[in-house]
């Protein structure tokens, strides 16, 4: 008796933890597959469980579904622009993954979203890899079991849906490993990585090793034949609903892509051109041996996606790199011309530009930061001699977005602050000597008014519309160290407070100084967070106070960020500064 009470007793506890176990995974759903009806967390179901999740997030939109268009691929999809894909198709689309059966995704989005856009984005690397959905796809997709496929997520470990909750209330503001996509588009949020500091080749290879490994080569590619069934199948399901079918093999790094060219490729991508024309952004190109093209050796920035899209277009008003894009069709298919490897890797399109960084002009107020007059028409003549040509932010932008040339030996001239003596002594020996400059104001001595030695919109505007000056943000009012040390976080202050300060602080500035797109960091103070809301809110360049030269590359804007500059303290010969500036490069 003792003993069948104890069973009872104990299958009875394990239904009720059955049963908690299971309202937890419902409620807190980690996995997006029931809703999210209590969190609405997106983001983090999608990271967790992308495949699964975004059918489930696009199903509980319901006739509240906005996209009419798809892009299937593989995770390296995730870095083609959302918003150069819908002006490129008028469209409105969303990222879904295919790790494998993208046909089957198709065939759900077009019956139960009535697609009007079907975008297969294929890596090579499926040809190495089973095109089949391996457990990684909705069962409304898949044909699963719908009883087996939701009990699985019923009594899955109950540790993510605590990790959920413990991640909203502690993850902080930037993309982080519980949040990797935008929920919204379906996209990888690479917010972050589309900040970082580039530099020069040798220091990205030294960040990121993996660049220089070759890995193996694999002379087959098993999947192909499985591969060019599924893009047969999308193209005659696109066809029996009336909607476009578009298909882009991506880029690959020339080292991955290694791996890949084989007979079998050679092959596969002809017999891929009789089922359907589509553009080829493979091979070895140019954009093939620059690794800071790439986030890694799987994954191509959002800048390449940018230029993939634009050559689709037709739009020539950024920088493409040379030979990037074949559009193949049958008559065209049997070259393969971009797969033979080149007997140089191309030189990368890159220039080295020194900043330089000066803040007041006077002969009366001295301090470590202010040169004299004679000393700042020394530094001019100089610089002229020396051979350097000065040029603005303005033509570093154009450099990079559209391969505008540079001068020979490009030298930028910054002042921080927004001293009157900028405009009344610097900007005239400017114009004197052909030279230009720019100014970083404080919004909230811009602003002051007449008598104080920081300049006015209206003072400088004569000097901006000639050309002598351009103007950049200095902060609105962060440049103190008390509370708060420049633009640093505050200790025990909330991440979204911060991101919050710090954008309403920016915002004014940017309200004061339209168009500016130059930031230049008090006291050379930042961290990711301003990078990413900076860039959010349109800058295009940001200053340091590091020392050093720095490394523009065409076509990566992140190269723009975190600029190097060379400050020119009181008491600074001409003969000085040209030697620093020998020793920077």
Known sequence: MALKRFITVFLAALLCMSLLLAALNVLID?????????????????????GVAKIAYLDSLGKNNPHDAYLIGGSDSGSFPTDRLNTLYDADFYHLPAYGGFAMTAAYVLEHYGARHIVVSLSLDALLCSDSADGCLHANVDGGNPALFYAGYLFANPIYAFDKL???????????????????????????????????????????????????????????????????????????????????????????????????????????????????????????????????????????????LAVMSGDRSMYIPDSFGVYVTPANAADLSRYTKPAAAPTAQEVTVPVLLYHHISDEFKSPATVTPAAFRAHLAALHGAGYHTVMFADLIAYVDEGVPLPENPLVITFDDGYMSNLTIG?????????????????????????????SMEDAAPWVEQGTLELGLHSWGLHHTEPRLGAYKLRGEREDDYAAMFTADTEKLLAAVPGAQVYAYPYGYYNDITEVILAQLGIRVTLTVE???????KGLPQSLRALKRHNVPAGTSAETLIGDLAALQ
Not at 30 to 50: A, I
Not at 428 to 442: H, K
């Open 427 to 455: 900007a005239p020996l400017l114009r004197e000597f052909g030279m230009c400059a720019e100014v970083n104001v404080i919004g909230e001595y811009f602003s002051a008014g007449t008598g104080s030695p920081f300049f």
């Open 547 to 553: 020392d050093g030269v720095n490394t523009l590359v």
């Open 166 to 308: 413990r991640a909203m209330l502690f993850d902080g503001y930037l993309v982080n490993a519980n949040r990797v996509f935008d929920a919204a588009t379906g996209a990888y949020d690479n917010s972050l990585r589309d900040v970082e500091p580039v530099g020069s080749m040798e220091a990205y290879l030294s960040k990121y090793p993996d660049f220089g490994t070759a890995p193996t080569v694999s002379g087959t590619l098993p999947c192909a034949d499985a591969v060019l069934d599924s893009v047969l199948r999308t193209k005659e399901l696109c066809a029996e609903y009336g909607a476009s079918f578009s298909l882009i093999v991506s880029p690959m790094y020339a080292n991955a892509l290694d791996r890949c060219v084989c007979d079998d490729l050679y092959r596969f991508l002809v017999r891929l051109a009789d089922i359907t024309d589509y553009w080829d952004f493979c091979g070895y190109t140019a954009v093939a041996y620059e690794p800071r093209y790439f986030y890694d050796t799987a994954h191509f920035r959002g800048a390449v996606g940018e230029m993939m």
């Open 30 to 50: 980690p996995f997006g597959v029931f809703g999210d009806r209590l969190t609405h967390w997106w983001s983090y179901n999608m990271t967790r469980n992308p």
